[in-house]
């Protein structure tokens, strides 16, 4: 018992990787949030008028909103007014090349692990750096426009190309949506804008990296990926924050639009800090992804590994409305200490022979609450529509829970839905059946975590899933005693 | 290699092991029998490190060095091996997978470069065709819907493998079919050598045929009750252990 009850202790004593903060000289505006505030982000970023009323209009239809009560996730309200909803690293202006970006944030980003220096980042990842409430680098942006992709952050797309970001901001998760992604469309400062054109194939990965710096700063990103018709891109997003013993919020949207025979693949390694082990601090994580396969055999992906944040809210849907389109969901979350993850996905299937599956696995450690929620909605067009649902849970401990929501509604007889659920418990004769072949408790416990989570792994970009891995080792630390 | 003085553990309130003395020596094989529920199990597992028994006093030296002082790992990869009575499932860890973390676990110990996927594979390959073990077995998650008889194989198997120096089975023989049988003994007799040491706990003289051990001991309540060669295996057989309790009783 001694010997292993010790490496547990060092273990969980060992901080957050990511919790440093960089000193950097940051604009920010007036705590608080009312039209006025609106009114000087869209000022801040040299705005459109269409985007200022949308802004307008997504703030008035907010006040009238309530916050959800109905998620399995529980926490002190939020004071909406305490709130810096803008925040910058400081710049004389616009950096126009890396060589303009202020070295401090380079060196943040190289801490991180994410060098933004084109020369050293890794072949096949074009990588967009949002830091607070801006994108402070776009790398490869021009080998990528060369074949008529645009990768930019979200502002310059509002700036230089207003037609798409009119067409499409909104067109799968309205302004009206619900409450955090109401509160997103009026305050969000920047993100990620993609859009890959007709018949392309985005021959690298597309990657965006969020990191909250500023402290009481809440992050509103919004990402928009539109495939054309047989277009098909990888897209991968990261993020990390520093420790800071109060709660921050972060509500982002992301949504995808796939036309026909378009594809997205949308992956997620979400690392905000989750809070310390008593459940001090950490991240509040309010986020609204939704996927549109508007053509017909579109097909739209998203595969998560969350293991940060204090409070994870989240539902990557997909909605398939093109005959023969595809959804899936792959999902691994991990909750530790007193963390809380309240995550699944919709598949609404609208096209006939529309297909979807999801395959959950959520980890329980500590004291903390998994809950799995999902629907499967089959609507009447939705002919032959097929659904495969599985969902693990796996408990390390006795002080844990895992919750699973499935809500099936059915409105077509020709469907065909399965789901499968499944709970298990990491036990102490397993641990020690590997102990006793020469493995360490901690490299047991990743073993069969790893191997629990096997089937969404393997949907990962290579470099990625390598990546997640290790962030599950490392989350998972001292969860066994 | 092996030896152990006055060893008791317990569970709870409860005693199971009350003072276990044994001297295991560099290329013997020692066989220990005993009812059910007389403390076995728990002398393996005690000698494995498993935590839910506590060694309550005695002491127990493994190549010169304090065993009880060494996880479980640490023994593991100083050469001990136990074959589980009941082997665990691991969904979702493949036999495979298992072997070779804990096998480069020990060769990093020793500092031995660890091996890389193919001279593992090569390795893996060689020790499954000698266990006669089907190589779809191996590939499949740890002891997950395997039969009783596939379970106790795939024991024999992994030993095989990591070329242990001490080896404690524990009823590695029980629940198989003859060939089974033969092919678990046929592993064991591989591993004997002037430089390791087995011990193997078993309900079954038939297994000591084709495994002749150096000495045989009685295990009843938690003490070692009689030591002797392998004719005492050939007694037990025929008399039963009700023979040793009369024995106990009159003394
Ligand atoms: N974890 C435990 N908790 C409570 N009692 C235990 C535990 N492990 C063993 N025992 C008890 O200790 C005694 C010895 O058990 P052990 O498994 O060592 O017997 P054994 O000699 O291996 O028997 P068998 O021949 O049936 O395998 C039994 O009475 C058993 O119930
Ligand atoms: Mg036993």
Known sequence: ?481 | MLEIKNLRAKVGDREILKGISLTVKTGEVHAIMGPNGSGKSTLAQVLAGRDTYEVTGGEATYQGKDLLEMAPEERARQGLFMAFQYPVEIPGVSTMYLLRAGLNAARKQQGLEELDAMDFLSLVKEQAKLVEMDESLMNRSVNEGFSGGEKKRNEIFQMAVLQPKLAILDETDSGLDIDALRIVANGVNRLRGPDRAIIVVTHYQRLLNYIVPDRVHVLYEGRIVKSGGKELALELEDKGYSWIEEKLARA
């Open chain 1, 1 to 481: 018992m001694s010997t292993s009850t010790k490496t547990i202790q060092d273990l969980t004593e060992q901080e957050y990787k990511y919790g440093f903060v960089t000193d950097i000289e940051a604009e920010t505006i007036p705590r608080g949030l009312n039209e006025e505030i609106i009114h000087l982000i869209s000022e801040k970023k040299h705005e459109p008028e269409f985007m200022l009323e949308w802004r307008l209009k997504a703030y008035r239809h907010w006040l009238t909103m309530k916050e959800p009560t109905w998620h399995n996730v529980h926490y002190p309200p939020i004071d909406y007014q305490a709130i810096f909803y803008y925040s910058a690293p400081k710049m004389k202006k616009a950096p126009k090349s890396l060589e303009e970006v202020d070295p401090e944030l380079l060196k943040t980003y190289e801490k991180l692990g994410i060098p933004l220096a084109e020369q050293k980042l890794l072949a096949g990842v074009a990588v967009d750096a949002v830091f607070d409430s801006v994108s402070v680098a776009t790398t490869f942006k021009e080998k990528l426009a060369e074949l008529g992709i645009i990768f930019c952050s979200f502002s310059e797309a509002v700036l230089n190309h207003p037609e798409l970001v009119r067409k499409y901001l909104g067109s799968v998760v309205p302004y009206s949506d619900n409450f955090f992604a109401t509160l997103n469309s009026a305050v969000f400062s920047d993100g990620s804008f993609a859009y890959i054109p007709k018949g392309v194939r985005c021959p690298m990965e597309l990657s965006t990296y969020f990191r909250i710096n500023a402290a009481e700063t809440g992050q509103f990103e919004r990402t928009l990926i539109i495939a054309e018709e047989g277009a098909s891109v990888s897209y991968l997003e990261g993020c990390t924050a520093p420790i800071r013993d109060t709660n921050q919020l972060h509500a982002a949207v992301v949504e995808l639009v796939a036309l026909n025979n378009a594809t997205i693949k949308y992956s997620t390694v979400q690392n905000w800090y989750p809070g310390d082990r008593e459940g001090k601090g950490g991240i509040y994580n309010f986020v609204t992804k939704r996927g549109r396969c508007l053509g017909v055999n579109s097909k739209i992906s998203w595969t998560q590994v969350e293991t940060g944040s204090a409070i994870t809210w989240k539902y990557p849907s997909c909605i398939l409305q093109g005959d023969n389109s595809v959804g899936e969901f792959y999902s691994v979350a991990v909750t530790n200490n007193y963390q809380q993850a309240d995550t699944g996905t919709k598949m609404i299937h609208i096209g006939k022979n529309t297909r979807s599956t999801i395959v959950t696995k959520g980890i329980s450690a500590g004291h903390g609450q998994n809950t799995y929620r999902g629907l499967v909605k089959i609507l009447k067009g939705a002919a032959n529509a097929r659904n495969y649902s599985q969902c693990d849970s796996l408990l390390i401990g006795d002080k844990c829970g895992a919750h699973t929501f499935p809500y099936i509604e059915v409105k077509n007889s020709t469907s065909r839905l399965e789901h499968e659920a499944s709970t298990s418990k990491i036990g102490e004769d397993q641990i020690f059946y590997c102990r006793q072949r020469g493995i360490s408790t901690e490299d047991a416990v990743n073993l069969i975590v790893n191997g629990f989570c096997k089937e969404v792994f393997r949907e990962l970009p290579m470099e990625f899933a390598v990546e997640a891995q290790k962030l599950l080792g490392v989350s998972l630390e001292g969860s066994v005693g």
